[in-house]
């Protein structure tokens, strides 16, 4: 599937989700790129998976802000290839650096930048711990088999609009209990009032 067929497929799913992220955060290797970048050398030339290309300029289309969160420890390696595939300057962060953390350094980092709180993102890696650890902090994280994909893009979709629904059902609930307990200390002070009325 061509690039711009797959551009069009995203901006046809985007369309379909009332709430949608301002901030998609994708991991490199083995997400966007077939390979691991420590294991390659500058002067080759990279290629993205097949859909990871039209997915981005979907989101870009859409007013969806991208970010990258890698721990990979050639960072030179990885920024050469985003600037040689020519999407570099499509992400307003660029987090690559080795951690143990599990990337929640990386999160920390591109919250600071952007201002986008974490539960208004969504992320994409294929290493499981790294899912882990970021759902934790609010994030909405999709595990990739092979790359990011329309499928993939899809059920992250589904899931972001699954939390944000949970997490209105949720203040909802609070709002709810709140309002009945000011009503019910409102009524405990006018009945307190009014038996001090009828003492006087």
């Known amino acids: 599937m061509g690039d711009e067929k797959v551009k069009a497929e995203a901006l046809e799913l985007l369309g379909m989700f009332q709430a949608l992220p301002?901030?998609?955060?994708?991991?490199?290797?083995?997400?966007?790129?077939?390979?691991?970048?420590?294991?390659?050398?500058?002067?080759?030339?990279?290629?993205?998976?097949?859909?990871?290309?039209?997915i981005l300029y979907a989101l870009k289309e859409?007013?969806?802000d991208l970010a990258i969160a890698s721990r990979s420890p050639t960072a030179d390696i990885a920024k050469t290839f985003l600037d040689k595939l020519s999407i570099?300057?499509?992400?307003?962060?660029?987090?690559?650096?080795?951690?143990w953390t599990h990337k929640t350094d990386h999160f920390q980092k591109?919250?600071?930048?952007?201002?986008?709180?974490?539960?208004?993102?969504?992320?994409?890696d294929d290493e499981n711990r790294n899912i882990q650890a970021v759902s934790k902090?609010?994030?909405t994280s999709m595990l990739v088999n092979k790359g990011?994909?329309?499928?993939?893009l899809r059920q992250g979709l589904t899931k972001y609009s699954e939390n944000v629904n949970i997490s209105e059902r949720n203040k909802q609930k609070w709002h709810t209990k709140f309002s009945q307990n000011s009503n019910v200390s409102e009524k405990s002070s006018n009945s307190s009032e009014k038996n001090e009325s009828e003492d006087n």
């Open 88 to 99: 570099k300057s499509m992400f307003v962060a660029q987090e690559i650096f080795s951690s």
């Open 148 to 152: 990011v994909t329309v499928g993939a």
């Open 137 to 139: 902090m609010g994030v």
């Open 62 to 64: 859409k007013g969806i």
């Open 22 to 54: 301002r901030l998609v955060v994708f991991d490199l290797d083995y997400t966007l790129w077939p390979f691991y970048c420590e294991c390659r050398s500058k002067r080759e030339m990279p290629s993205l998976y097949p859909h990871a290309r039209g």
């Open 110 to 124: 591109i919250h600071s930048r952007t201002d986008v709180p974490f539960n208004s993102m969504l992320f994409f």
